[in-house]
């Protein structure tokens, strides 16, 4: 069954600081994706990742997967108050095509 | 293009009692899958439907069960409610590609 892993847990980041949030699973995942939720609400879907290799930006988010490695990160760079949340990262393996998520990673964005 | 839609939004109820949300799936999306995620921690499976039958369920007890209806919507019964129960309930929809989740706003029940 996969397990999902992230570190770290809390993540208090400086503004325009650079920061990476790891993602390891244990098994093989067909796909993997990154989500963040605000205090409260759902989840906002932000990266699909599909095969070994891909990278992915938007604005200030860049995510990678590494399939050998079994891992993928979640870089943030000069990081600004508004990506304060809750990041989880989530592997989808099964006919189903279950999700499972990891603990998530709660980044706070101070000044 | 509407999204997903829960209801209700908040819910309170008693334990041993029964409760059942609802879920709208996105247009063009057939597959319906429910999570719960408690407070602080990554939303758990529960199951999944698809042609109005389960395929897959998680590590939940038989007091959570489901049903789909031909227009792809869903529902989450959940009978002899525990304290434990207490958590945010999300439904996501899926193409049939599975190329991305589209998760709907949750339903906060709390069970007191």
């Known amino acids: 069954e996969l397990k999902v892993e992230q570190n770290p847990l809390f993540l208090s980041m400086q503004e325009g600081k650079n920061y990476t949030i790891y993602c390891n699973y244990s098994?093989?995942?067909?796909?993997l994706y990154w989500y963040r939720q605000d205090p409260g609400k759902s989840l906002e879907s932000l990266f699909v990742?599909?095969?070994?290799?891909a990278v992915k930006q938007e604005g200030r988010l860049m995510a990678s997967l590494d399939t050998k490695a079994r891992l993928s990160t979640l870089h943030i760079t000069a990081a600004v108050h508004d990506l304060s949340a809750t990041y989880f990262c989530?592997?989808?393996?099964?006919?189903?095509?279950?999700?499972?998520f990891g603990t998530g990673t709660r980044l706070q964005v101070t000044l | 293009d509407a999204g997903v839609t829960q209801s209700p939004t908040h819910l309170i109820k008693t334990r041993g009692q029964q409760v059942t949300l609802r879920c709208s799936p996105k247009?063009?999306?057939?597959?319906v899958s429910w999570y719960q995620q408690a407070l602080g921690q990554g939303p758990q499976f529960i199951f999944q439907?698809?042609?109005?039958?389960?395929?897959q369920r998680g590590n939940f007890p038989d007091r959570f069960s489901g049903h789909q209806f031909p227009n792809y919507s869903s529902e989450l019964n959940v009978n002899a409610l525990l304290l434990g129960d207490s958590a945010l309930y999300l439904c996501?929809?899926?193409?049939?590609?599975?190329?991305?989740?589209?998760f709907g706003s949750g339903t906060r029940l709390t069970v007191v």
């Open positions: 098994t093989t995942s067909d796909r």
């Open positions: 990742l599909l095969s070994n290799g």
């Open positions: 439907y698809y042609e109005e039958e389960e395929r």
């Open positions: 989530a592997g989808l393996t099964g006919t189903a095509s279950k999700l499972t």
């Open positions: 996501a929809s899926s193409s049939p590609d599975r190329a991305g989740y589209t």
């Open positions: 247009s063009g999306h057939d597959t």
